[in-house]
Each structure stands twice: as C-alpha cells, then as structure tokens.
C-alpha cells in the first residue's frame, strides 16, 4: 500500500511542497493574467536528470531575456527540482520549473516592481504522441489558417506560455484527421508546433528549422547523436514542398523524446512507417538517458 | 471598523467566495500553463456596471472562437459578477470573468476533452493612468524593436492574457522615459498597447485603428458618444507619420477611460496639454457611467 500524498506529482510553491492536486497559484499572478512568465521542463528517465544543467542554463537565458530575477539561486533552484522528484517517489518524470513576473502587490502596474515568482513540479512522464502509437507513427498536419507568432513580436527562444497559434494549429489537426499541426512563419518557412521541434530527412540531410523556433535540448541532443552517427544535418529554414519530399519526418521533445511521423497532410511518409533514421536516433536517444555522460542521480527516499 | 473579509476583493473559484488574497487556481490549469483561456473586464462606478451586458456579449463570442463550453450559463456567470461586486462592498471596481480551458485531469493533452473552467473576481477600479496624472497627459511612445502579434497568429479580437508583445513593448517605454507605448504591425500600421485602443484627432476627424486590435467596449463607447457630439470618425489604418501628425492623442482603457496622451516619442503633442475634443470625451464618457441606459445598479448587502 502505497501511501505517499505526492506519488501522483510533487509541486513546491511559495517555499512548501505540495501534492500536486493541491498545488495552486494566485488568480492574480501576472505569469496568469498577462501570461508574463517563462519556464523549463527536463525530463527524469529511470531515476536521472536528462541535461539538467542544460535546462537550468536555458531557463537562466529565457528570464535574463525577460529581466527577471528569482530570489533563489540556482543552487536553490536545482534542489527544489530534485526535492519534487524525490519526494513523488517517480522514476519517470516531466519537471517543470516557471519564473512568473508575479503579483502586483502594491497596484502599481510597473512590472519592474514586481516580486518574481518561482514555482516547480513533478508529475508522470508526458509523452506528445504516446509509446504505443509511436510504434505506427503519428498523423501530422501542416497548418493552413494559422501562422507562428513571429520572434519580432513574441521571442521564441525565451521559452513561453503563449500558445495560442499553437492551440488553433493544433484544432485545425483535429478538423483534419491529424494528432498535431506544425506551423509556417509569415514567408511559408516552417518552424515548430505544438511543444515539439521538427525534423525532416531529404536527399541524405538531417534538416531542422532554424528561425522562429523553441531552441529544443532534443533537437539539440538529435543534432549531437546525428553527428555522432555521421548523419549530415543542415539547421536552415524550408518550406511545406520540402517537408513533402522528405523520407522521413519526426517530432522531438522533452515530453516524448523522438516521435516519427508516417502521414503528412494525410499522405504516407516515405514507406509508411517510423523510417531507419529516426528509429537509429529514437533508440540512442533513449539509451543516452541511461548514460553518465547525459544525466544526473536523484536520490530517492527509502521508503519511496 | 470594517471587518468585511471582502473588502480588498471578492473572488469566486470553483463554486466559493473567497477574499481575493486567496484566490488560487490550480497549477496545472492550461489556462496558466498554455495560456489557453479568455477573459473579459467591466467596470462598476459609482455602484453600477457600465455596459455590462456588452462585456458579457463580447466574452461569449471570445470563448465560442476558442470552442470552449462554460458549465454555467449566461444568468449564473451575470450572477456571479454581481455576487463578487456586492460582497466586496466596492462602489467603483474592476471586474474579472476568465473562461479557461481547464486542467488535464486524464493526461490525454486533448483539449477539446478538458472541462472548461469559469472564474471571477473583483478589486478597486484600476487605472492605467492615475487620474492625477490624466490632468497632465501620459507619454506614449511607439514600440520600435517590437511588432504586435498579427492576427493570423493569435486573434485580438478574442480578448487573451498574451501579452508578450506587449510587455515588451511596455519595457521599451520604460527605457525611453516613455509610460506606455503603442505597436505597430509588420506594415507599419499603428495598432494597439498593453490594455488599451488608441484614437488620434487628425485634421479634423477623429481615428482609432481597424485592424489587429482588440474591439474595446470604451473603443466602441467613445466611437459612440462622438457621434452623438457631432465629431466625425474614421476606423481605419493609419502608421507613425500620421500619429506624429495629430493634434491630439488619447488611450481609452476599461481600466482608466479615456486618458490624455501628451508627449509622444518624447516630443510634446499638440499644445502639450490635453486637447479639447478628449476632455469633452472624457467627461461624457464618465457622465454616461451614471446614465440609466448605459448602467445597470448593483445590489449591495446593507452591512457593505
């Protein structure tokens, strides 16, 4: 019998742990009310961090970007992301560490003033296309009536909350049959979707958008593995005519690691099935988990 | 001595009152975490709501774009409102309905599958200009190194917490000795800022943007009592140069009004006072706030 309050997730906020059900922020938290916030998942596998410190460097960039400042150090910061691991007991997690702007404590509407926020959580590993039908693959769509919010007005570097070109993408994947949408910038350039970077073999290369798109510590880790494999890759922008040329098509992310692709716009990928690149860095993706090279131990409690 | 536990606001979460320094939303809620949701803000003055069935109008029309179903209906949302505003006890307040998309309770990350999640709450009446400093006129400046988030990426029209543009736009001001700033679009047309439309008086006529902005209800209220006054109108495109040009320039804001802006880009507009044609607006729009057919009473308890 199992009766850990935290086993279904871990959540520290305002300097407490938390069950994850229980978890709650301010109605009035501006990271909420003007979605003025960043954040960071890394992913636990087995027991380890997955470039933690590449998390924390990133999630340091995105709210340096938003001049912010957390009152905790990094230091701080880090143990609180294992003191929500260790304490849910999970060996398989997502965990998500969000600096919010915060409360506008003093109605002074100067978010230079504001008290900023840390929150962080662990839940159950989250996959964006779950094992069982990354064995088939999955259905992507191209969207047609939405496009990426350009860096010009909203950076997407500075990772973000701001989903709402994702979501319609995301609704005009349903309307079409498909499980997820990836979006085209202003110029017909793709770019990224819903959580997830994307990548596409033509003619031999490794392609992956470079402009307008979340810098993904997957498609990072992808390009790392791909050089390791001598795969050629190329980081460049292309349009919707190339992606339907490709061989191959996956998605990467934290939540889901490499997640092939085997229709496009309801056509069949390539032979109609996860393809051999993609399966080659899905598995070294999922080996470099266990390596100590990638990760970090938690140290769980005994009686977890 | 006042013992009301509302006194500093009323919030109502997950079918209770509570005082707004408790007012929590559930972590996980997408409405934070994707900022999927939509929100709606009417003011009370003087004890009665301005407009209020416009707001309610508009808020439905933004939650039917995002396909998103309340659980309550129209009557029990209005009821709501005035529960928040009565228990408060506040004769001029800021009033808040939110419709999120809700919390991924069976982890499908489907959101056509969450069960949408209505929230409320009032405070005191806020201001994006003080009125103290409306007499003197605020600074605008026009964003320069940021462009409004286009509509074919996120709909402004769909009154949304994604304001990443416009802080950035906002900390642009800061920067430039500025108090708020305006955005313009990829082309060049002027738009909005973080809260508020804009209107220029221009050779006679007064403008306010067509496109990519949000459909302000103070907008529409001082298209409205223009009219009414005899002062021609145009809604249409206009860019830097014929803002740099106007011989006055105001923002209008549920929160503030109608609110003088007398420097722009540092340079002083007009005669550097507030003009004649925004007092004249100003003062009927905050008449009209005590006008039959604009307003509807509140009800308070004879304890508030």
Request: hydrophobic share 40%; proline share 5%.
């Amino acid at each position: 019998m199992n009766m850990n309050p935290f086993e279904k997730g871990c959540a520290w906020i305002e300097g407490e742990y938390v069950p994850i059900a229980e978890a709650r922020i301010p109605i009035l938290d501006t990271g909420f009310l003007r979605s003025d916030v960043t954040y960071d998942v890394a992913a636990v596998w087995k027991g380890r961090f997955f470039r933690l410190e590449d998390h924390l460097d990133r999630f340091e960039a995105s709210w340096r970007r938003l001049r912010m400042q957390p009152s905790l150090s990094r230091e701080e910061m880090r143990a609180i992301l294992f003191g929500c691991v260790a304490r849910s007991g999970l060996k398989d997690a997502f965990v998500e560490m969000i600096l919010s702007r915060g409360v506008d404590r003093h109605g002074v509407r100067d978010p230079r003033r504001f008290e900023n926020c840390f929150y962080a959580y662990a839940i159950p590993y989250v996959w964006i296309v779950k094992p069982e039908e990354q064995q088939l693959g999955t259905h992507l769509i191209i969207a047609r009536d939405t496009i990426r919010t350009p860096p010009q007005s909203v950076d997407p570097t500075v990772k973000n909350f701001q989903w709402g070109d994702l979501i319609r993408g995301q609704f005009e994947a349903y309307d079409q049959g498909g499980h997820t949408a990836v979006l085209a910038d202003a110029d017909g350039n793709l770019t990224d979707g819903p959580g997830f970077n994307l990548f596409a073999c033509h003619d031999g290369t490794l392609l992956t958008p470079s402009h307008g798109v979340l810098q993904g510590i997957t498609r990072r880790t992808v390009l790392d593995l791909a050089e390791e494999k001598g795969i050629a890759t190329s980081v460049t922008m292309f349009n919707a005519q190339v992606l339907r040329a490709a061989s191959e098509i996956f998605l990467t992310s934290t939540a889901g690691g490499v997640m092939p692709v085997t229709t496009l716009d309801g056509r069949q990928v390539g032979e109609g099935k996860p393809g051999r690149v993609t399966l080659l860095l899905r598995r070294r993706y999922w080996e470099a988990h266990e390596e100590d090279g990638w990760t970090t131990s938690v140290e769980y409690p005994s009686h977890a």
